[in-house]
């Protein structure tokens, strides 16, 4: 994206908010609530229809900043596509879209989803006590295994080019190089980095011939609203291919104070791939690749009260990895 000068940002904000103004009385919404406006998007509640709603809209144009666009637009057609499907723990947990647009800047309005975030004071890591509970273990489970099902021939062609296929060389290793010495500094250990490195070859390629299958990429406790009915997931703006455990793992770092769930949730999803000989290598390889980006993320993630039981599980688990005596159980 082209920097900026304030002459320039004026004049595109001046048309956002034309476009804006014009997008909700074309298509009726009255707002009752300005959530954000930048830096990258103007987000509202209101009514259409007598329903309650959120508008969503880019703030840049497609021309001015494709990759925001590219990525809102990938969960507004994966929204649509799904509740048009047969997929039907996918459509009752996502949002429900009523009008859209992708050109020249990606918008929605979709359904306002009303229950209590899974979060802990506006964290993104740490979920309530109570999550971690039978029926919420089998609705995921069910979730998973069901975006998982999603087929290539199922998506169509609009959403698919926008989709990249999980590579660890091209896409993982090229962020994670520029932090080996924050690793090593923050585990205070000496030459960890040639042996992640080490171990990361040993597993490249059974992560990269792993099975591909779409995953919402973070299952997080910010994403997680409790309803009266039942759970749901916001938030699918990076839907992309990954690899079955991904997801799965996710959640199951997140509950590292709950080890008996933890063990059930893994032998549970586990049975999902009854047939995938190397799902146990999978896992391994996943939960050391989210480990060391929990531990980089301590660099930058302002909340440490919310992150920082996460990353000392992380740290235990890199030094099992490495030492070739991992406990998936705990």
Known sequence: MPQETVSTKKARLAIARRIIKDTLEYEDFKVTKKIRFGPRYYVARGLRNKRQTIFKI???????DHLTNEKFSREIIFL????????????????????????????????????QLQNIKGG???????????????????LFTDLQSIKDSDLHNNFKKLLYPPDFTKNLWRFI??????????????????????????????YNKAPRVL???????????????????????????????HDPVVVWMRAHQKPAWQKQFYQRFRRQWPNYKKFNDLWTIEVLIQSVFNVISI??????????????????????????NFKIYN
């Open 58 to 64: 880019c703030l840049f144009s497609d021309s001015v």
């Open 80 to 115: 649509d596509f799904v509740q048009n499907s047969k997929f039907n723990k996918v459509k009752k947990a996502a949002p429900h879209v009523y009008a859209w647009g992708i050109k020249p800047r990606a918008w929605y309005i979709r359904e306002h989803i009303q229950g």
């Open 124 to 142: 993104n890591v740490k979920f309530t006590k109570s999550f971690f509970n039978q029926k919420n273990q089998l609705w995921l489970i069910d």
């Open 177 to 206: 190089s520029p932090h080996w010495q924050r690793v090593e500094n923050y585990m205070r250990w000496s030459g960890l980095a040639r042996l992640i490195r080490k171990k990361f070859k040993f597993y490249a390629p059974i």
């Open 215 to 245: 995953a919402h990429q973070e299952p997080y406790s910010c994403h997680l609203i409790k309803t009266k009915m039942n759970l749901r997931l916001i938030d699918w703006e990076n839907i992309g291919w990954a690899n079955p455990a």
């Open 299 to 324: 660099h930058f993630y302002k909340n440490r009260n919310d992150i920082i039981g996460l990353v000392k599980f992380s740290d235990k688990k890199i030094r099992e990895i490495l030492t070739d």
